[in-house]
């Protein structure tokens, strides 16, 4: 995903799908899939307009089969773990209990 910065606006539904089956990812540095991607563990990342640096990690994972492998199986992992229902609601809940709690509070002072 070579997106630039001035064009990217939130997370890419495209990448988490293609994460989720295992595809090995190669990103732009652009802010919104900095959540998503850690470079070399479950994606490369390169420099944003950095056409030299992009074909390297193309070259890379083309010449790397276990590294495609590896980062692929890693990515899976994380969007599995990242993205199930389970996470999201724990993550909800906590933001609901805390909000509640804060409004308890305010209301009791």
């Known amino acids: 995903l070579p997106y630039r910065k001035q064009a990217t606006f ?19 540095n652009t802010k919104s899939f900095s959540s998503e991607v850690e470079d070399g563990k479950t994606g490369l990342i390169f420099e944003d307009g950095n056409v030299k640096m992009l074909a390297d990690k193309i070259k890379l994972m083309i010449e790397n089969k276990e590294l495609r492998q590896q980062l692929g199986k890693n990515a899976r992992e994380h969007i599995f773990k990242e993205h199930s229902w389970e996470y999201v ?6 933001i609901y209990k805390k909000m509640l709690e804060e409004n308890f509070n305010e209301n009791n002072d």
């Open 10 to 28: 939130g997370a890419s539904a495209v990448l988490i799908q293609a994460m989720s089956y295992g595809v090995p990812i190669i990103i732009s």
């Open 89 to 94: 609601a724990s993550k909800m809940s906590k």
